[in-house]
């Protein structure tokens, strides 16, 4: 159910996750202060050449992470396995990836691109 | 007499490391669909913001970010659990120790958080 590979993966991707798990976390704490609007997010982010490619990298791993960890989930809880399981977990690590993706786009450089 | 695995805390830990990573990869689409909104929605996506100054959504986040958070740190002792050598028969323990304090931890972070929105 989980060969070498994804159990690599799953670690490397929990090891590249963990600094940007405290960045998130102190994010959050410094920017909730006095509720959150979309100028405030948006200042933040956009144009912001540090944030895409933090909250890129954060998106990929945890699309990598999640969808292997749900993996492990539905084959010992649900009885999943052989093609099911593969094709739950591609779609999703491939749905998070395009979400994802799309949010970290839209907060970063989709006005200045248009 | 043997106590059930089930009382036991490291057993806990690891349903509750099971249990916060379920519920964050059920959150993140809705996290991330709240964002795209940044790129087709601006007027919703103020609303949807607007929305978790209720009381009610602030709770619900303090819960979100206590699942994030005991799950970054119930996570490092995993990786501290299968790639560190034990160093003494004594391993257990140390990890029924650490498993408590990433508890710890993600509750003081959680609550930091949720006096901060409040």
Not at chain 1, 7 to 28: F, K, N
Not at chain 2, 70 to 89: D, I, K, T
Not at chain 2, 92 to 109: E, G, I, P, S, W
């Amino acid at each position: 159910m989980l060969n070498l590979r994804l159990y690599m993966l799953q670690r490397l991707t929990a090891l590249v996750m963990v600094p940007l798990v405290i960045g998130h976390l102190a994010m959050m704490i410094y920017a909730i202060q006095d509720g959150l609007t979309v100028g405030e997010i948006l200042q933040r982010t956009q144009g912001s050449v540090a944030w895409f490619c933090f909250y890129g990298l954060f998106v990929v791993a945890v699309s990598v992470h999640g969808s292997i960890g749900f993996r492990v989930i539905l084959h010992e809880w649900a009885n999943l396995r052989g093609r099911a399981l593969d094709l739950v977990t591609l779609a999703t690590g491939i749905g998070l990836l395009i979400l994802g993706s799309r949010a970290v786009w839209a907060v970063t450089f989709a006005e200045l691109a248009s | 007499m043997k106590k059930p695995a089930r009382t036991h805390r490291l057993w806990l830990a690891y349903m509750l490391h099971r249990l916060s990573g379920i519920g964050l990869v059920l959150f993140l689409p809705i996290h991330f669909w709240l964002l795209s909104l940044a790129l087709t929605d601006r007027a919703a996506m103020a609303d949807a913001l607007q929305f978790t100054a209720h009381p009610l959504v602030k709770i619900a986040e303090y819960g979100l970010v206590f699942l994030l958070a005991v799950h970054l740190f119930g996570g490092v002792r995993l990786l501290v659990l299968e790639w560190a050598r034990p160093v003494s028969n004594r391993w257990t323990d140390v990890h029924k120790t650490l498993a408590a304090f990433a508890v710890a931890l993600a509750f003081a972070v959680s609550t930091l958080f949720f006096l901060r929105a409040l």
